[in-house]
Each structure stands twice: as C-alpha cells, then as structure tokens.
C-alpha cells in the first residue's frame, strides 16, 4: 500500500513566523509532488508543484523536495492568520501512472495574530 | 481564471436512490478526474477520465459507479444505488496533461448525503 505520510498537527505558529510542514511517501517512482490548501468545508486549492530535487519558491510560499529520502516539504514566510487551514500533500500514484494524486491526511496550521 | 464549477453543492438522497453529480471542468483541460473525501478523512482517488474512457479507476469505484462526458462540457459521476457510506464531499478536478505531470484543479465540491 503506497501511503503519503503528514504530521496531522495541529502546528501552531504566531503571525509573521515561518511555518514548516513535512511530508513523506512511500513509492520511490513518485515524480510529482503538489502542496494544496483545504479550508475548513471547502475543496482542495493548489498552492505548490514541485517535479525536481531542491527548492521552489512562488511568493511566500517554498517547497522543498529530496527524493532520496522521499521527503517534501513546504515552508510558508511570515505567516498570516488568513494562511491557517489545513495542508495537503499529493504525491502522483504510485506504479508509474500519472492519472491519479495521493493525498495525505493533512496538518492542521493555526496562524495566531 | 477558468475554474472547474460542480452542481448541486448539496445533495440528500435517501438510501437506495439514484444519485447524477455534474461537473464542468476547465475548458482546455483534457483529463477529469473524480475524488471524494469522507468527513474528517484524506481525499481519495475515484476515477480518471480522457478521451472518453476510463483511464484509472480505484477499488472505490465499483460497478455501483460511473462517469460519462455526455456533452463538449459536462463530466458527470453517477452513483446507481446509494449507500449510507456514500455519504461524502465529491470533488471533481481536471488537469491539461496526465494527472502525474500536471496541476489539477478542483472544484468546489458536491456534499452528498445518504440517509
């Protein structure tokens, strides 16, 4: 069973902090990895994509890949209250098929004022 | 910005019934996809869907499912028979390209709820 693994928090930061969220996954042959954001009732909203090793920043927002430790993970600079919500890490199906994402279970982030 | 949009927003049905759920994907997407996510659960793989046909589907999705794309527009999951654990948020979302190699876009959602 391929699994995508998240600390389901909740992580707590005060406004303006760095927030650090992690994922692991399963499957070596993953190529392509997607940081979404959930509000509470609300659909999946894409923050990040990430296919290649290193870092890949887009505003505020820093997602870091290493495929030899099968580990993403996302960083959100000077955080705001309007950022808590709860993060999901999707990593493309496991066996080589690009037609389906594997979501992780979530961290909850509460950005305090 | 082109969204992906999905009606109704809320749907109850009682067990046993029929249930249509619609989705318009964004309109120079090729791949559609449906997921569903269980009330305080992960969201899940449903089915994928390009060029007509069923490109992947999970164990989820058994014959008490379907999808179709009846129209140039519509993308519509069909549940025959309603059970109580049917009940959930369906996304539906859509991609230009396979779903590994690029961004898929959700929409808004359908709460289904079977009772």
């Known amino acids: 069973q391929k699994e995508v693994e998240q600390n389901s928090g909740p992580l707590s930061v005060p406004e303006g902090a760095i927030a650090s969220l992690n994922c692991t996954y399963s499957?070596?042959?993953?190529?392509?990895f997607f940081w979404y954001r959930q509000y509470s009732g609300k659909s999946p909203e894409l923050i990040m994509s990430?296919?290649?090793?290193g870092d890949k920043e887009d505003g505020r927002f820093t997602a870091q890949l290493n495929k030899a430790s099968q580990y993403v993970s996302l960083l959100i600079r000077d955080s705001q209250p309007s950022d808590s919500a709860t993060y999901l890490c999707?990593?493309?199906?496991?066996?080589?098929?690009?037609?389906?994402?594997?979501f992780g279970k979530g961290t909850l982030l509460t950005v305090n004022p | 910005e082109p969204e992906v949009t999905q009606t109704p927003s809320h749907q109850v049905t009682q067990m046993g019934q029929e249930v249509i759920l619609r989705c318009v994907p964004i309109?120079?997407?090729?791949?559609f996809y449906w997921y569903r996510q269980i009330l305080g659960q992960k969201v899940e793989f449903l089915v994928s869907?390009?060029?007509?046909?069923?490109?992947?589907k999970s164990e989820i999705f058994d014959d008490q499912f379907s999808v179709e794309r009846p129209d140039g527009s519509n993308f519509t999951l069909k549940i025959r028979s309603t059970k109580l654990e049917d009940s959930a948020m369906y996304f539906c979302?859509?991609?230009?390209?396979?779903?590994?190699?690029?961004?898929?876009?959700f929409g808004p959602g359908t709460r289904l709820t079977v009772t």
């Open positions: 499957d070596r042959v993953s190529q392509s």
């Open positions: 979302a859509s991609s230009r390209r396979a779903g590994g190699l690029d961004e898929q876009y």
């Open positions: 999707a990593v493309n199906s496991s066996g080589g098929s690009n037609y389906k994402l594997t």
């Open positions: 990430i296919y290649s090793n």
């Open positions: 869907f390009y060029n007509n046909e069923i490109s992947e």
């Open positions: 309109s120079n997407h090729l791949y």
